[in-house]
């Protein structure tokens, strides 16, 4: 079985429904929990996933392993290892490999919100798994990618955020929201968050109405990546 590794930022922002999925698919998944004192590997083996978190992909001063997480992936891209950042992880590639990402103009993105396909989505080995589009998917962050790197190809859009997917190289992928979030992680989220009870419960209950529709579209996206480490 091939090895994955996976950096996870914080405890509340872990794998999700990805860690049955690419199981499933074949991989096994490494977790490196820097928050937690554990080391970032200086190679990533099979593969490469980082998950997403409350940091600032900026913040090094506060979350000390940030600089050597984005010089793993710089590598991995460079070395063509299948690489995949979500969210934190999506803005860590970014700027690793000289793109931009600032705070978001547009205010906070979250809840389950639509992604639209981009042209160059219907030949990309992840995105061609995926049904028609446009696809709905779980959203939380107020960081937005603003440039990307040179030759990025972009694949997805949204209304709020331009900048939602993109391939870098030919094995090298940035989603900026949460396929793997659960509708029971999303609630962990808005949980300790300063927002008006109300809104939370309305967001909440709109994840989970729409989970179904989050597993069908995002489970072939996962096995598409595993397919991109187990294929060698």
Known sequence: ????????????AGLGFFAGWLEGAGVRCEVVRPYKGEPVPERAGDGLLVLGGAASAWDDEGYGWLPATRALMARSVESGVPALGI????????????GTVERGAAGLEIGAGAIEPLPEAADDPLFAALPAGPW??????????????AGAVRLATGSQYPNQAYRLGERAWAVQFHPEASAGIFASWTGTSDMDPLRVAELDARVREAEPELEATWRPFAEAFAAQVTSG
């Open 87 to 98: 969210c934190l992880g999506a803005q860590l590639m970014t700027i690793a490999c000289g």
């Open 136 to 149: 709905r998917a779980v959203q939380y962050h107020y960081d937005a990618m603003t440039a990307l790197p």
């Open 1 to 12: 079985m091939r090895e994955l590794i996976v950096i996870e930022h914080e405890a509340e």
